[in-house]
Structures are given as C-alpha cells and as structure tokens.
C-alpha cells in the first residue's frame, strides 16, 4: 500500500509540472517577442535605440519601444517611448540623458495578453564637451503652442485632454507648450505671455496654433478630443515631411542656481542675408497640480498642466535672441551657444523641460524654422 501511495504521489508531481510547463509555454506564446536593442549614435545626451518585433504573440502588438534607467532591467515604470506598434523593425533618437553616466535600455512589445522585454544592453553617455559638441538632426519638428487659461472650460474639456495627447509624439515628431497669461494662481502665467498673445493675436482660448497655422481663426478648438488631436497630428506630419531648412540640438543642466541651456543650429541651406533668424529657450514645467474649470463639468482642482511655459532666454519677447544679426549664412554653417536662466524654487525641477525654438524674425508672428527639447 505505501509503494502504491508513493507511485501516485509521484505521478502527480509529474503531472503538476508537465501542466506548469505548458502553461509556461502558452504565456510565451501568447505575448510578443522583441530582440536585443542595438544602441549607436551615443553623445553626451543622446543615443540611437534600434531594435525588431519578431512575433506579435496571439493578438496584435499595440505598442512598441524602449525603456531605459540608471538601474538595471530598466521597464514601463521607468523612462520609456512609444515607438509605434505592430511587428519589424523600429528606431528612436532618445534625448534629454545625464552626460558621463552608465544607462541600462530594454527593447519593450505589448500586446492584450501584456509586455516582453528584449535583453539588458548598458550604455555610457559621453562627456559633454560644450555646445559646439551637439549633434544636430537633420530633421524638422514644429511645435505646437496651446494658448490657455485656467478660467476657461473648454480649455479644460477638449484643449487640454488632446493637447495630453499629442505631447505622446513630443521630441520625435514636434515640440509643446501651454502659454497661460491671466490663470490663477498668478503663478502659473510668463513674463512672455503677453508678447506670445500680441503675436499671434489670440482673441480667445483654447486656441491652438502649429507653427503660424490656428486650427481655429479667431480662438477656439473642435469640441472633440479626437478632432484637435488629428489636427495637430496631420500638420505635424506635413511639417516633418518637408525640407529641412536648419536643425537644433538643445541640452540642459542645473548648475547652483541657473538652467544652464546648450544649443547648435546647423544651417543646411545657404540663407540670404536680411533673414534675422532668431533662437528661443524656454523653460516649461510639466505636471503642475491647479483648478482648472471644465465644460459641463464641476471645476477639476487637481487638473494636471502639462508643458507650462515658465521662463525664455528674453524675459519680455517670445522671439528670444539674435542668431545671426542678418548676416548671411553659407551651407552647413552652425551657431553654438549658452544660455543660462535663473531657476524658480517653487519650480519641480524633477519636471522641467527647456523647449528650444529657432525662428525667423521677419514676420510676425515669427516663422518657426524648427524646434526641438530636453528632457
């Protein structure tokens, strides 16, 4: 009897773990499968993932891209992007990183059974060698500017949410910013507020603007998440497809009690003299907790802002500086420069971006020549 009870009892522990071993098998089936990222390109803030979707698992993948860290197996509750979805291969240019530091990055795919991970592959950043080192992207981004207030509940129904939206393709496809100049707490408005309206003639809000495009003529923005999100969307696109007229590499760092900002501009194409270009650093902070009234709805008082301009390279002109004083410009000519401002203490300095705009300055509003963001 007890040989026979110990037969049984290890046929079942067979059993048990022939069963886990299927089950394990089906798990692997039923996600995707994402390779090892290859990473190139590196500079003192930047790098170049590179990775493929080999298989989509039972259901489409809805999301693909890569997280990285200081600390190793790096996943979606760390740094991350969406680079896509669906299977093959992918790419994406990552800013906004620590120079001299060691990074850890995973290749990520998501479908609705959940999320694989590629390999750990560690990287380090280089040292910075000042602005002239940048690396500048032939590669043009617009921005958009979401002119806002507090007070104003469309802002808070349909401006905000899509705005949220798009800031999903923010530094690889556009710039953004939310420009606030009679909100409460006063707090929340910029000294460059008034210039940035006088501009761009905003006569009521939500109004949104792609580079000197209004969605809508007069303020105003479809009452449809969905609807602002496609248009910002579908002049962004059309921005990126178009010839390259000069590129802009921005890097921040705190240093005591400044933001120091490093910026290039690569001209690709030879520039006439007379065309004034100029360059704009602003500091927009993201995630700020405020009231913000909503359409149909009671006042939201732990709204999240998001992209809120704080501060410009001018405090009193959206246009920041001169970039060439008029002179000609030849192909390939570059202009690397420093700034430095002051840094806020009520600002969460975990949540600061610096947005970096070149303009041309001879019309007004001024015409975006490209942009481009730290993280």
């Not at 990222?37 to 493929?52: G, H, K, L, Q, R």
């Not at 059309?238 to 921040?252: E, H, L, Y």
């Amino acid at each position: 009897m007890k040989k026979l009870l110990a037969i049984m009892a290890i046929a079942a522990i067979g059993f048990t773990s022939c069963k886990k071993d299927k089950e394990e098998e089906v798990v692997k089936v039923l996600v995707p499968t994402v390779d090892k990222v290859t990473v190139s390109s590196i500079t003192s803030d930047s790098a170049t993932f590179d990775a493929t979707v080999t298989a989509q698992g039972e259901t489409p993948v809805t999301a693909r891209g890569f997280c990285w860290a200081k600390t190793h197996n790096p996943d979606l509750t760390n740094s991350f992007n969406v680079s896509g979805n669906g299977l093959g291969a992918y790419s994406n240019r990552i800013g906004g990183l620590i120079d001299s530091t060691i990074y850890y990055v995973r290749s990520y795919a998501t479908n609705s059974a959940g999320t694989s991970y590629g390999q750990e592959v560690p990287f380090t950043t280089l040292a910075f060698q000042g602005a002239a080192s940048l690396i500048v992207e032939q590669k043009n981004r617009g921005i958009l500017l979401d002119f806002s207030e507090t007070w104003c509940p469309p802002c808070g129904a349909y401006g905000g949410p899509a705005f949220d939206s798009i800031l999903f393709n923010e530094g690889t496809l556009l710039t953004a910013m939310k420009v606030y100049g009679s909100s409460s707490p006063s707090t929340l408005n910029s000294s460059v507020s008034s210039s940035f309206s006088s501009a761009y003639n905003v006569q009521g809000v939500p109004d949104f603007w792609f580079n000197n495009t209004e969605e809508n003529p007069g303020g105003g923005v479809y009452s449809s998440i969905s609807s602002n999100y496609n248009w910002a969307l579908g002049k962004a696109n059309t921005f990126a497809a178009g010839s390259v007229k000069a590129g802009v590499a921005v890097r921040k760092e705190v240093v005591n009690d400044s933001i120091v900002i490093s910026t290039k501009v690569k001209f690709y194409q030879a520039q006439a003299a007379g065309q004034n270009f100029k360059i704009a650093t602003y500091v927009v902070e993201d995630g700020i907790i405020a009231t913000q009234q909503v359409s149909g709805s009671p006042a939201n008082n732990s709204y999240v802002h998001r992209n809120l301009l704080r501060a410009c390279n001018n405090v009193s002109n959206y246009g920041g500086l001169t970039l060439n004083g008029s002179a000609a410009i030849t192909a390939n000519q570059e202009f690397p420069n420093t700034y430095k401002i002051k840094v806020n203490p009520a600002w969460n300095m975990a949540k600061v971006k610096v947005i970096c705009v070149v303009w041309n300055g001879n019309a007004n509003p001024h015409v975006v020549v490209n942009s481009n963001v730290a993280n």
